[in-house]
T-cell receptor, first 117, second 111 residues
Framework: NAGVTQTPKFQVLKTGQSMTLQCAQD?????MSWYRQDPGMGLRLIHY???????DQGEVPNGYNVSRSTTEDFPLRLLSAAPSQTSVYFC????????????????FGPGTRLTVL | KNQVEQSPQSLIILEGKNCTLQ??????????LRWYKQDTGRGPVSLTI?????NTKSNGRYTATLDADTKQSSLHITASQLSDSASYIC??????????FGQGTELSVKP
């Protein structure tokens, strides 16, 4: 099992460029989430999905789009990158709603470090 | 407002020493509390999960405690090792709600 994989590991963009951060999991988990992590702040939820074809907004969704065409993949799209989107992005998956299972946990990918100039 | 606050922000200890990290929360209604370890350049990894009725949970040299009345949790690390150098994140789940992450405590273990 590879768990949760993310690509690329590092990316530098210019303001206004678009790109897609890839996330895949091989654990057949229904629930997948995207977070951003900024210095001095806790992880913040961008978007999440409760199954293929179903997505919803988290705490900080502006400037990001997601889709979930398969159980395995959950890409995050930056439509027009801004310096405020400079951050480390984590994808996570779980087989119960994140935080609601006490026997199961959320598995995180290794992260993508994005810099927007 | 649901919040999770951790202290200290950073901590330096010598190898072999013990340390305790603190987490205070104002989340209500409370479902469970988790501690995660995040190594540099990696994603968070779960250490412990505690529900309302659990006061303590151990995972090797890591022991988490929970006081649901005062809404405080601590993570105690015994006989620290260099590999314990990491960020430790407290995460609280409101009942039926989304996870609320603390900002983390950066622990550095020196030889």
């Amino acid at each position: 099992n590879a768990g949760v994989t993310q690509t690329p590991k590092f990316q530098v963009l210019k303001t206004g460029q678009s790109m897609t951060l890839q996330c895949a999991q091989d654990m057949n988990h229904e629930y997948m989430s995207w977070y951003r992590q900024d210095p001095g702040m806790g992880l913040r939820l961008i978007h999440y999905s409760v199954g293929a074809g179903i997505t919803d907004q988290g705490e900080v969704p502006n400037g990001y789009n997601v889709s979930r065409s398969t159980t395995e993949d959950f890409p995050l799209r930056l439509l027009s990158a801004a310096p405020s989107q400079t951050s480390v992005y984590f994808c996570a998956s779980s087989n119960v709603p994140p935080g609601q299972g006490v026997r199961d946990t959320q598995y995180f990918g290794p992260g993508t470090r994005l810099t927007v100039l | 407002k649901n919040q999770v606050e951790q202290s200290p922000q950073s901590l330096i200890i010598l190898e072999g020493k013990n340390c305790t990290l603190q987490c205070n929360y104002t989340v209500s209604p409370f479902s469970n509390l988790r501690w995660y370890k995040q190594d540099t350049g990696r994603g968070p990894v779960s250490l412990t999960i505690m529900t309302f009725s659990e006061n303590t949970k151990s995972n090797g040299r890591y022991t988490a405690t929970l006081d649901a009345d005062t809404k405080q949790s601590s993570l105690h690390i015994t006989a620290s090792q260099l590999s314990d150098s990491a960020s430790y994140i407290c995460v609280v789940s409101p009942l039926g709600g989304k996870l609320i992450f603390g900002q983390g405590t950066e622990l550095s273990v020196k030889p």
